[in-house]
């Protein structure tokens, strides 16, 4: 065959891929640790974390943030929401009612009696609102 076939013949090209995408950036938490200890450790770290209402995971991650002084967002808001310790929820309770005698207070004839209960029910919520125990 002379060279001019060959000329003639249109190689065929590939269709063009489109580019690859760079890779999404994983969101959230997406490295898993194993940690082994004694039942009564994990026992301990359990009945610390129900009683700061937290799962097992949220407890350890905020306590090694604070260990290591460091800030992240998605590590100090994860976990599971759980249910709020009795202990706290019998506290704002008791806020409530303290609120509600003070409303009826302020809206009868002595308003004077209505700051005490407003007192009662501060003294119960700030120490909740910034995370310590109930008095």
Do not use: C, F
């Amino acid at each position: 065959m002379s060279d001019q076939v060959y000329r003639a013949i249109i190689p065929i090209r590939p269709v063009p891929r489109p580019p690859a995408r760079p890779p999404t950036p994983k969101r959230g938490l997406h490295v898993r640790l194993v940690v082994r200890m004694s039942g009564g450790l994990s026992t301990a770290i359990a009945g610390a974390a129900r009683g700061e209402g937290l799962t097992v995971g949220a407890w350890v991650r905020r306590q090694l943030l604070d260990r290591l002084g460091m800030q992240s967002d998605a590590d100090a808001r994860s976990g599971r929401p759980v249910r709020m310790p009795e202990a706290h929820q019998a506290a704002i309770a008791a806020a409530l009612r303290n609120l509600a005698a003070a409303s009826a207070a302020a809206q009868s004839d002595d308003p004077a009696s209505a700051i005490p209960a407003i007192q009662a029910a501060r003294a119960i919520l700030v120490p909740l609102a910034l995370g310590r125990p109930a008095p």
